[in-house]
């Protein structure tokens, strides 16, 4: 199942609730929030209680303007089709390092670029 469906499942069933356009679902004791971009491409992204956001297209990690995954302490990871990918910058710039990927290939790893 996907995350979209088992969200409109727990909506339907009550184990959710919608407000200002969002719906929280509790997952394992966590609060997700989930706004719903464009239901027809499946496009969707996550926002944890711990303030991680996460950017997705038919299941996979997918964003075209701007990183697929921001952290609240600014770290970001750029995807596109489940792939790392960034054309013009890291698409890796975390966990004190950044990292160049095309299409899933690193292009050049370098800890303090």
């Not at 969200?7 to 509790?26: C, D, V």
């Not at 600014?74 to 160049?100: C, F, I, Q, S």
Request: no cysteine; hydrophobic share 30%.
């Amino acid at each position: 199942m996907s995350t979209l469906h088992d969200a409109y499942t727990a909506l339907l069933s009550g184990l959710t609730y919608k407000k200002n356009g969002k719906i929280k679902w509790i997952k394992n004791s966590h609060d997700i929030w989930i706004t719903i971009i464009d239901v027809d491409k499946e496009e969707y992204y996550l926002e944890y209680d711990n303030g991680d956001k996460h950017w997705f297209q038919k299941e996979q990690r997918h964003r075209l303007d701007g990183p697929a995954v921001e952290y609240p302490n600014g770290d970001t990871l750029w995807y596109r089709k489940g792939k790392l990918h960034r054309l013009g910058g890291p698409a890796v710039n975390a966990y004190g390092h950044k990292e160049h990927w095309v299409d899933g290939i690193v292009w050049n790893y370098n800890d303090n670029s």
